[in-house]
T-cell receptor, first 111, second 112 residues
Framework: DAGVTQSPTHLIKTRGQQVTLRCSPKSGHDTVSWYQQALGQGPQFIFQYYEEEERQRGNFPDRFSGHQFPNYSSELNVNALLLGDSALYLC??????????FGAGTRLSVL | QKEVEQNSGPLSVPEGAIASLNCTYSDRGSQSFFWYRQYSGKSPELIMSIYSNGDKEDGRFTAQLNKASQYVSLLIRDSQPSDSATYLCAVVMNTGFQKLVFGTGTRLLVSP
């Protein structure tokens, strides 16, 4: 049984570029949440998707957008990258409002 | 006031000792509480979940919840060097959605 999978593992971009991160939830899970973790900090909630809709959003600008597909997989898009967007991006999946399990993360470096 | 607060540490304990990690939260209506372990450069791994006042034990780990004091703790008995990691406290606030709010984490160092 595959767990939560994220791709790519690492990514290097330059300021102003756009990036797309991908997540496949654990089998049987229908809800995907995205978190940003800066160095030395706890993860910060970006948004959550359920039934292909954004259900809740954290305090992140509109440059951060997402999508959930009918197979429950999800994408996180970040436009106009800033140096401060450098972080570990974590995807977590759950079955509705139950416990969230994290993928290995995508480490984004913005130069 | 931060929504979830933890001492950043490091908390240093010798091998075999009990490590005690603490967390306080601001939303009195919070219902779900979690402890995640995160090794350097890795993603958070769920260790314990607790929903009711009192203690919950799982192997060497015990989670303790006191909603009146808005306090949750994690005890690690017989600490091992492999327990050295950052421990993240996460709370689901009373928003109706399963949004995890994390503390900054406590770094635990277990010396042989």
């Amino acid at each position: 049984d595959a767990g939560v999978t994220q791709s790519p593992t690492h990514l290097i971009k330059t300021r102003g570029q756009q990036v797309t991160l991908r997540c496949s939830p654990k089998s049987g899970h229908d809800t995907v949440s995205w978190y940003q973790q800066a160095l030395g900090q706890g993860p910060q909630f970006i948004f959550q998707y359920y039934e292909e809709e954004e259900r809740q959003r954290g305090n992140f600008p509109d440059r951060f957008s997402g999508h959930q597909f009918p197979n429950y997989s999800s994408e996180l898009n970040v436009n106009a990258l800033l140096l401060g967007d450098s972080a570990l991006y974590l995807c977590a999946s759950s079955w509705q409002k139950n416990i969230q399990y994290f993928g290995a993360g995508t480490r984004l470096s913005v130069l | 006031q931060k929504e979830v607060e933890q001492n950043s540490g490091p908390l240093s304990v010798p091998e075999g000792a009990i490590a005690s990690l603490n967390c306080t939260y601001s939303d009195r209506g919070s219902q779900s509480f979690f402890w995640y372990r995160q090794y350097s450069g890795k993603s958070p791994e769920l260790i314990m979940s607790i929903y009711s006042n009192g203690d919950k034990e799982d192997g060497r780990f015990t989670a303790q919840l006191n909603k009146a004091s808005q306090y949750v703790s994690l005890l690690i008995r017989d600490s091992q060097p492999s327990d050295s990691a950052t421990y993240l406290c996460a709370v689901v606030m009373n928003t109706g959605f399963q949004k995890l709010v994390f503390g900054t984490g406590t770094r635990l160092l277990v010396s042989p």
